[in-house]
């Protein structure tokens, strides 16, 4: 036990079997730990199954699958594939889509929750925002399906409060869901409402750990509470807000399926056809799966390559990485 | 902290504005919530000519009687019910012991084990080879293509290993060893009772999770009677397929079925929100805590 032990701290690399590893001191490891390795099995084999086959299936984006010769059976194809999906007009639609939609929604909905991050810091008055931080949060707990059918019902043509308030003012009623144009605003704002606050919290923690003497000396110095949050709030929430900056643009190409899926109507499809919702029409709704793997193929190398990027960016202007 | 210096003008303007600011993102935050609980309950047909605002007109409660009459919805709910309590507990099967084996410094091939894990944080098969996976194992309409897929999100069990191995002390466990405590045992009877805050955590992240989700369910259930709740909504709010039986028998006027039609999405949101609304006031907590725990990074 106590051999074992003296080993473990310096263990990251020299424990593997090898030539090297007393098999004395590994079995009498193995009889007073097995019990650890048992409670990772579960949670290894769940990931083997549905992460790491899948992963292996991959290659039928280079196959022909039919069922009657299955994954590893179907004959090789290549590239035949990707080059169908680059050459096709859904390639530029599907593509320009994802990248706009979540390029837009990076652009407002990461600044807004550090907006109000910092108001709620500087809110007078406790109870309030408590009031104000419980609200704000709640709409994140709210399920897909209800909030694309409030949005839904919110914007209908003649019956909807969004339509009867335009009205109300004297505008002509704007059929929101119909019209392609409007569908990027609809999703960016709904994601705006629904996860501001909840973002904000991150932001919050960062601002509590600042150190309130910074904040009483500014005040003794003078400092206004604009050049507070300017001097002291703002540069103590920046090394996360770099961080997640860098991560969401890491995952700028996979937006969610669900979302978009949920908002599509037949005649705003021409914005709302992203990559993930055609691998799903491509791969289960019309069953060709080797064409619809390779586009989720595709989405999924490109997602990779911007991480690994934007990861390495990160480590060299800021010094902290995911890894 | 400020207390014997008199906050200037500008600083009582700044709050002023901030005070102000902060309530209209209350309000449109809270609005639309409330508009929706007021329009369930007030008569269709003002709700649809915009004469409902600022409370319900018009009390009426037709539509939830119709909603809870509903077979397909009762039964998704009893479905999402078993999805939720059944995936929940799978979850925390295999994430608490997985967690609490990580968070051992005494772990040989951590390593290995942490790059094995994180790895399916970056990458994945996608929509396509893992739902050939299901389909090969026969899951495909069945209770465990629902919970069995996302039975541990590795996000979660880092969350959870972070938590024990800031709460529990080494020599606790050398203690424990010293008298002769197997692992299970002083995981069963010393973790776990130290560990409540994160097994509240947990069953709050996987519980919303799967209470909420209908992706899974779109993919891997096709037979209406296993539906979840959230299919079902999803046909009746996204696709404005209502129940016909819900609206027809007694409701001769076809203007009115339409409205009527509106009403029972505005009550099924609520009903279906219930679970959580009951919860949310006193667990919030709890959420943002695990948020926190999240953040560290470790």
């Given at each position: 036990?106590?051999?074992?032990?003296?080993?473990?701290?310096?263990?990251?690399?020299?424990?593997?079997?090898?030539?090297?590893?007393?098999?004395?001191?590994?079995?009498?490891?193995?009889?007073?730990?097995?019990?650890?390795?048992?409670?990772?099995?579960?949670?290894?084999?769940?990931?083997?199954?549905?992460?790491?086959?899948?992963?292996?299936?991959?290659?039928?984006?280079?196959?022909?699958?039919?069922?009657?010769?299955?994954?590893?059976?179907?004959?090789?194809?290549?590239?035949?594939?990707?080059?169908?999906?680059?050459?096709?007009?859904?390639?530029?639609?599907?593509?320009?889509?994802?990248?706009?939609?979540?390029?837009?929604?990076?652009?407002?909905?990461?600044?807004?929750?550090?907006?109000?991050?910092?108001?709620?810091?500087?809110?007078?008055?406790?109870?309030?925002?408590?009031?104000?931080?419980?609200?704000?949060?709640?709409?994140?707990?709210?399920?897909?399906?209800?909030?694309?059918?409030?949005?839904?019902i919110f914007l209908a043509p003649s019956s909807g409060l969004v339509n009867n308030l335009i009205t109300m003012f004297g505008g002509q009623s704007i059929n929101f869901?119909?019209?392609?144009?409007?569908?990027?605003?609809?999703?960016?704002?709904?994601?705006?409402?629904?996860?501001?606050?909840?973002?904000?919290?991150?932001?919050?923690?960062?601002?509590?750990?600042?150190?309130?003497?910074?904040?009483?000396?500014?005040?003794?110095?003078?400092?206004?509470?604009?050049?507070?949050?300017?001097?002291?709030?703002?540069?103590?929430?920046?090394?996360?807000?770099?961080?997640?900056?860098?991560?969401?643009?890491?995952?700028?190409?996979?937006?969610?399926?669900?979302?978009?899926?949920?908002?599509?109507?037949?005649?705003?499809?021409?914005?709302?056809?992203?990559?993930?919702?055609?691998?799903?029409?491509?791969?289960?709704?019309?069953?060709?799966?080797?064409?619809?793997?390779?586009?989720?193929?595709?989405?999924?190398?490109?997602?990779?390559?911007?991480?690994?990027?934007?990861?390495?960016?990160?480590?060299?202007?800021?010094?902290?990485?995911?890894? | 902290?400020?207390?014997?210096?008199?906050?200037?003008?500008?600083?009582?303007?700044?709050?002023?504005?901030?005070?102000?600011?902060?309530?209209?993102?209350?309000l449109?935050?809270?609005y639309p919530?409330?508009f929706?609980?007021i329009a369930?309950?007030s008569?269709?047909m003002l709700v649809a000519n915009g004469e409902v605002w600022l409370?319900?007109k018009?009390?009426?409660?037709?539509?939830?009687?119709?909603?809870?009459?509903?077979?397909?919805?009762?039964?998704?709910?009893?479905?999402?019910?078993?999805?939720?309590?059944?995936?929940?507990?799978?979850?925390?099967?295999?994430?608490?012991?997985?967690?609490?084996?990580?968070?051992?410094?005494?772990?040989?091939?951590?390593?290995?084990?942490?790059?094995?894990?994180?790895?399916?944080?970056?990458?994945?098969?996608?929509?396509?080879?893992?739902?050939?996976?299901?389909?090969?194992?026969?899951?495909?309409?069945?209770?465990?293509?629902?919970?069995?897929?996302?039975?541990?999100?590795?996000?979660?069990?880092?969350?959870?290993?972070?938590?024990?191995?800031?709460?529990?002390?080494?020599?606790?466990?050398?203690?424990?060893?010293?008298?002769?405590?197997?692992?299970?045992?002083?995981?069963?009877?010393?973790?776990?009772?130290?560990?409540?805050?994160?097994?509240?955590?947990?069953?709050?992240?996987?519980?919303?999770?799967?209470?909420?989700?209908?992706?899974?369910?779109?993919?891997?259930?096709?037979?209406?009677?296993?539906?979840?709740?959230?299919?079902?909504?999803?046909?009746?709010?996204?696709?404005?397929?209502?129940?016909?039986?819900?609206?027809?028998?007694?409701?001769?006027?076809?203007?009115?079925?339409?409205?009527?039609?509106?009403?029972?999405?505005?009550?099924?949101?609520?009903?279906?929100?219930?679970?959580?609304?009951?919860?949310?006031?006193?667990?919030?907590?709890?959420?943002?805590?695990?948020?926190?725990?999240?953040?560290?990074?470790?």
């Amino acid at each position: 036990m106590k051999a074992a032990q003296a080993a473990a701290p310096s263990g990251g690399k020299k424990h593997r079997t090898g030539p090297g590893l007393n098999p004395k001191r590994f079995w009498s490891y193995m009889k007073g730990h097995y019990w650890l390795y048992l409670f990772l099995l579960p949670a290894v084999l769940y990931l083997i199954i549905f992460h790491y086959v899948p992963l292996y299936g991959v290659q039928i984006a280079f196959r022909d699958y039919s069922p009657k010769f299955g994954i590893t059976g179907s004959p090789w194809v290549g590239l035949e594939h990707f080059k169908v999906f680059i050459n096709s007009y859904f390639f530029g639609e599907t593509f320009r889509n994802t990248l706009l939609l979540s390029l837009f929604t990076l652009v407002f909905s990461f600044p807004v929750p550090i907006i109000l991050a910092l108001l709620l810091n500087q809110m007078p008055g406790k109870r309030y925002r408590r009031v104000v931080q419980t609200v704000t949060y709640a709409p994140y707990f709210i399920s897909m399906v209800v909030i694309c059918g409030m949005i839904r019902i919110f914007l209908a043509p003649s019956s909807g409060l969004v339509n009867n308030l335009i009205t109300m003012f004297g505008g002509q009623s704007i059929n929101f869901m119909g019209e392609p144009g409007w569908f990027r605003t609809i999703y960016v704002v709904s994601g705006v409402w629904q996860n501001t606050g909840w973002n904000a919290i991150i932001y919050l923690a960062a601002l509590s750990g600042v150190s309130p003497e910074l904040h009483e000396a500014a005040v003794v110095d003078g400092a206004s509470k604009l050049q507070r949050i300017w001097h002291i709030d703002i540069p103590s929430i920046l090394p996360t807000a770099m961080i997640l900056l860098i991560l969401n643009a890491g995952s700028l190409m996979s937006v969610g399926f669900e979302k978009a899926f949920l908002l599509q109507t037949g005649s705003n499809i021409s914005t709302s056809e992203i990559i993930s919702t055609y691998v799903y029409k491509a791969g289960i709704e019309s069953q060709r799966y080797s064409y619809a793997a390779a586009v989720g193929l595709f989405n999924s190398v490109i997602n990779l390559v911007l991480l690994l990027v934007m990861n390495a960016v990160s480590k060299k202007t800021t010094k902290s990485s995911l890894w | 902290m400020k207390s014997h210096i008199r906050p200037s003008r500008g600083d009582r303007i700044f709050d002023l504005v901030t005070l102000l600011l902060l309530t209209l993102v209350l309000l449109a935050v809270a609005y639309p919530l409330y508009f929706v609980v007021i329009a369930s309950l007030s008569d269709p047909m003002l709700v649809a000519n915009g004469e409902v605002w600022l409370w319900p007109k018009n009390f009426s409660i037709e539509a939830y009687t119709k909603v809870l009459g509903d077979e397909h919805i009762v039964g998704g709910f009893l479905n999402s019910l078993k999805y939720t309590v059944l995936g929940t507990a799978i979850n925390l099967v295999v994430t608490l012991p997985c967690a609490y084996a990580m968070s051992r410094r005494d772990l040989k091939g951590k390593g290995i084990f942490t790059t094995f894990f994180l790895i399916t944080m970056f990458v994945s098969g996608g929509m396509i080879p893992t739902f050939m996976v299901v389909r090969n194992l026969h899951l495909l309409n069945t209770t465990w293509a629902m919970v069995l897929p996302g039975a541990m999100s590795v996000f979660n069990m880092i969350i959870a290993r972070t938590f024990f191995q800031s709460t529990i002390p080494d020599e606790l466990r050398e203690a424990a060893e010293i008298d002769g405590c197997s692992i299970p045992r002083f995981f069963v009877s010393v973790v776990l009772p130290l560990s409540k805050a994160i097994i509240v955590i947990l069953v709050l992240y996987y519980g919303v999770g799967h209470w909420n989700s209908y992706y899974n369910a779109m993919l891997y259930i096709t037979d209406r009677v296993r539906f979840p709740l959230q299919l079902v909504m999803r046909g009746i709010l996204t696709q404005n397929q209502i129940p016909a039986n819900m609206i027809q028998a007694d409701v001769d006027l076809v203007q009115h079925r339409q409205y009527l039609a509106e009403q029972i999405k505005y009550a099924l949101i609520i009903i279906s929100s219930l679970p959580l609304l009951v919860i949310y006031p006193f667990l919030q907590k709890y959420f943002i805590k695990g948020v926190m725990i999240g953040s560290l990074k470790g």
